[in-house]
């Protein structure tokens, strides 16, 4: 379980916001859809795998998250949209920024936003008698991004992004790619993604510079690669540390899947401009709008159509 709800100010944790918050409350979370308690993991900086949210015990038979996994089993293979237009997993249709809020008075957790969730405890009952429906507007960059990949065959469904260009998940959300082997030059804001590269980010006190695993080709050899450019001058080094733990992770997970033979990806996405005298290079200037995932990637099966990069 990668979200939760925590029970100091009612507002929904990403697992990865764990990264930045001190303290962490190890009972302080309950799961967003039916209120069981659930515990922290793997947010220790010593943990080398993601950090996530396990309930202990199971939540009950009827909470949504006990068949998310063969939900997601059949996203994969085909479209789960229905002709009424309901959808039985969850990919918000609009993003909104969120504003910072402190927690209450004594409360654990530090670097909350507030969220859709704000006010709200996750009920302890079942969806019959008034359970808790997930918000079409959200303020996690996460819940999209992640939307985006657990659905590849409903990508055509709303979204509204800010300012951005498109109105469906495949118009908002862009590839980074090549053409004919060389760099491609957007000449707008984009929501983008792609697979991240192994090689350590180059650090500074005024930026981060993370690399990413596409890149030109020249005779056969690998030439410039994408570079996302993170201004960090004005972050905390808590949020600093929180960045650069999601790279590391989201780094050895891509070199776990390549050894394992996976079709899943590890995976930046970001919202950010071209340096206008680099092509290889993109700036993101806003802290909320940059993330990793590791997930699949690939083309809906129900349709191989392609836009225009």
Known sequence: MFRATSIHTGQDVDAEDLWSMEPVDPD??????????????????????????????????????????????????????????SFPGYMPAGFRLPAETAPADGAPGASTTEGEGKGRRAPATPPEQGARQRARITTSFRDICRAYLNFPN?????????????????????RLRTR???????????????????????????????????????????????????????????QRNALLREVETASNEAKELKKAGSKDRSLLFFVGQQDKSDDATFVVTERKLICCLTGFDGRPVASRTRRKA
């Open 28 to 85: 302080g979370f309950v799961c967003p859809d039916c209120g069981s308690k659930v515990y922290p993991t793997s947010y220790r900086p010593e943990n080398l795998r993601r950090a996530h949210f396990a309930a202990k015990p199971k939540c009950p038979p009827w909470c949504p998250s006990n068949g998310e996994a063969e939900l997601l089993k059949r996203a994969r293979a085909e479209s789960l949209s229905a002709q009424d237009g």
């Open 180 to 238: 004919q082997e060389q760099l491609i030059r957007y000449p707008i804001p984009h929501l983008f993604h792609g697979p991240i590269g192994w090689r350590a980010p180059e650090v500074t006190d005024e930026y981060a510079l993370i690399e990413m695993d596409v890149k030109e080709w020249h005779d056969g050899k690998p030439g410039r690669p994408y570079q996302v450019k993170v201004p960090w001058s004005d972050w905390s080094q808590r």
């Open 154 to 174: 409903d990508r055509h469904r709303d979204l509204h992004f800010l300012d951005l260009y498109g109105t469906t998940y495949d118009e908002v959300i862009w």
